[in-house]
């Protein structure tokens, strides 16, 4: 049994031994995290010899892949609507399409060459991409080295481009994940900003989500509601209780519906460092994936690996 979290409508059980692991395979910090139609759960990792890991929602190993297809910098994973995966790697600076089986179909970007920094052209260090189920086009933050979004046709084309760097409207500061609903409007969980900002397919500005303590993992469920990771306090408020480190759910309106987790950081279960990737299953359960290592793990004395996996477990949908 899991530690219970979250109030009223929304509360879980949270566990992090639910991934069965063959012997041989460690799962290390994991930035992104996808749900199929089946409810198979898709773990993008940063250990370059299992990048993929594919459970089922109980947490029974499927299968890996990807071995010497990314680099160590793995970033975010989402499911098309044909049910095939799109894989970001800002270290590889790449855009991967793939089989469920692992099969690799596409690439969109080349190889270990960035464009030049802060230049909007695709792409230096992308952080998510998603295909839209209205259009099929496909919609990519480009987050660390450019404050751009990028549409792209499924088959690879570029359409267009918006963003700048800066605070205003239709600008960002490290955009880093991306959800369309069903009327093909934009979210972009602009991180550093700490708001969400809404566009239309084209990229023109509708609205903004504000007070939102930095965003980086984005998802609609299957309520249509959105779940957000919000990352750490920044360096200088380590500690700090309600700054983030937590998953939150808001309606399409904006309003904020719970809060899930813990009010300080930890790695024990209900307790968050690094929320990054996000996904729900069609229970209602909601899968978390932390950069723990990146943010915490590597400043320990030794390194160390910690924590980088929750599932959490709705009790009263």
């Known amino acids: ?64 892949f990807g071995n010497g297809n990314f680099s160590e910098r793995t970033h975010g994973i989402s499911i098309t609507p044909e049910q095939e995966l799109l894989c970001v790697d800002d270290g590889a600076h790449t855009i991967t399409r793939w089989s ?55 088959s690879g084309e570029h359409v267009l481009s918006w963003g700048t760097s800066g605070i205003d409207a239709g600008q960002f500061i490290r955009p880093h994940n991306l959800a369309i609903d069903e009327e093909n409007r934009i979210y972009i969980a602009d991180r550093e900003s700490h708001r969400v900002q809404i566009f239309d397919e084209n990229g023109n500005f509708i609205t903004m989500w504000n007070n939102i303590h930095r965003p980086d993992g984005l998802t ?34 904006g309003e904020r519906l719970a809060i899930v987790g813990e009010s300080n950081e930890g790695t024990s279960a209900g307790y968050f460092i690094a929320p990054h990737g996000i996904a729900v299953d069609s229970n209602l359960d909601i899968y978390v994936g932390e950069v723990s290592y990146t943010i915490y793990g590597r400043h320990l004395n030794p390194p160390q690996e910690v924590k980088s996996f929750t599932k959490l477990i709705r009790v009263n949908a």
Not at 117 to 145: E, M
Not at 221 to 249: F, T, W
């Open 1 to 64: 049994m899991g530690n219970l979290i979250g109030k009223g409508n929304y509360q879980y059980e949270a566990t992090i031994e639910w991934a069965q692991l063959p012997d041989g395979i460690i799962l290390k910090e994991t930035p992104g995290v996808a749900v199929d139609a089946d409810d198979n759960v898709f773990l993008l990792t940063r250990n370059p010899e299992h990048p993929v890991i594919v459970f089922t929602r109980d947490g029974e190993f499927i299968r890996s």
């Open 100 to 154: 469920r089986t692992g099969e690799l179909l596409q690439t969109i970007g080349t190889p270990f060459e960035p464009a030049p920094i802060w230049s909007g052209k695709p792409f230096n260090r992308p952080t998510h991409a998603i295909l839209s189920p209205v259009n099929g086009d496909i919609y990519i933050t480009d987050g660390y080295g450019n404050s751009q979004v990028h549409r792209f046709t499924s």
């Open 220 to 253: 609609f469920g299957p309520d249509r509601n959105i779940y957000i990771g919000e990352l750490k306090s920044i360096d200088g408020m380590e500690g700090a209780p309600d700054l983030g480190h937590r998953v939150s759910i808001y309606n399409q309106e």
